[in-house]
């Protein structure tokens, strides 16, 4: 059942170019530049009069979260909060009826995140879910939804559910974006088709497997170890720590970039290495400047970036390439390389990487 992989956890991981595929088939018409999603479709006037968009979930959905609050500004220029699920229930968060709630959730049954639903339906938001298990309750809890479609994922480390979710989110975007207004013609035919070589790229980007094995078994025995990344790219930050956090239980943190020299810097030390997102789209000068100031404090940098990178592979200890996309996309191509470092230092200090302990996969209870 693991597909001749060793554990669910790498199989899921490569499982992602055809997951993202099956996430926008049907949906994603490149050609014919269109975008179908019936519960968008169908409810399209409540998004385009909404005030705000409200992104309620957990740990690596509430990720996906923040990826999307940049995609929806930058892209369709709706404002978007990003709460977590937890924070939010019992906050008496202010909500309205012309707020729209989106919940994104892998099972669909964790119990903040329903709390949260339940609470911003009784104050008569519309709301949306992104799910993956098709039945789950939050699916049924919520007004409408687009489900992920990458099938069961079964290791507890969520990887092709975090990349899916971003897809289905993408997708809602761009149809809002080309319905308001707010994105041209031309400029969202080009997203279309980048999307559709998404997975294509994405099968790329695994090629570099025995590679980050050897970065794995350079840093495997680090005590703690630094995320760094801006924009798009800083959730991937978070969600990199968070990976090596919970299988290799190995102290880790997500920063944005900037945030370094308000304080974690003072940590660097040839002991930390930094892991940083250094893709060509986005930022690329500021974050080559941060690497700078990382390694005049003998910091070791592992760089995520672009293939054929230059300024980057110059002061990096070692640099993992990824293949050129656009820059709202490039969290779909950067999280792989961090999943696959995760699992390879998690399975070299043999821990249980599809089971982690204290972790379970849906988190019933609060
Ligand atoms: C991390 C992980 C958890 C879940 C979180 C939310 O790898 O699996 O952080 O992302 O418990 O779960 P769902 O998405 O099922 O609501």
């Known amino acids: 059942e693991k597909g001749g992989y060793e554990h669910f956890m790498l199989k899921e991981i490569h499982e992602q170019p055809n997951a993202i595929r099956d996430t926008y088939r049907g949906r994603l018409l490149a050609k014919e530049g269109i975008i179908r999603m019936a519960g968008i479709d169908d409810n399209i006037e409540k998004f385009l009069n909404a005030n705000r968009i409200i992104i309620v979930a957990c740990g690596t959905s509430w990720h996906a979260g923040l990826v999307a ?9 709706i404002p978007v909060e990003v709460e977590y699920a937890s924070e939010f229930r019992y906050r008496n968060p202010v909500i309205t009826e012309k707020d729209v ?46 489900y992920t479609h990458a099938g069961p994922e079964i290791g507890v480390a969520s990887t092709k559910a975090f990349t899916t ?38 099968k790329e980007a695994l090629k570099a497997d025995e590679h980050i094995k050897k970065v794995a078994e350079i840093y495997k ?9 801006r924009g798009y790219n800083f959730p991937v930050a978070l969600e990199g720590a968070l990976k090596l956090k919970e299988i290799s239980y190995i102290h880790a943190e997500g920063y944005p970039a900037a945030e370094m020299k308000h304080g974690p810097i003072a940590l660097i030390d040839e ?7 250094a893709t060509k789209k986005g930022h ?5 400047s941060n690497i700078q100031e990382i390694k005049s404090r003998s910091g070791k940098i592992i760089g995520i970036v672009t293939t054929g990178d230059v300024d980057v592979k110059n002061v990096a200890d070692h640099v993992i390439e990824v ?16 999943q696959l470092l995760s699992y390879h230092i998690a399975v070299m200090l043999e821990k249980n990487v599809d089971q982690p302990r204290n972790l379970a996969k849906s988190v019933t209870v609060e």
């Open 284 to 288: 690329y000068e500021k974050v080559v």
């Open 101 to 146: 709630v989106i919940a994104i959730s892998q099972s669909g049954e964790t119990a903040d995140t329903l709390a949260a639903i339940k609470l911003a339906k009784s104050k008569g938001a519309f709301v949306f879910g992104v799910c993956n298990v098709v039945g789950s309750t939050i699916a049924r809890e919520t007004n409408a939804g687009a």
């Open 69 to 77: 609050e940049y995609i929806f500004e930058d892209l369709a220029r």
């Open 271 to 277: 002991q930390m290495p930094v892991f940083v997102i």
């Open 165 to 202: 979710q971003i897809t289905v989110l993408t997708l809602i975007a761009l149809k809002l974006a080309k319905a308001n207004g707010s994105m041209s013609n031309s400029v969202f035919h080009h997203h279309l088709q980048e999307l559709e070589l998404i997975p294509e790229k994405v």
């Open 221 to 229: 025995d680090a005590k703690n170890c630094l995320y760094l990344g």
């Open 323 to 338: 293949p050129e996309t656009i820059e709202s996309l490039t969290p779909l191509l950067t999280t792989i390389p961090l």
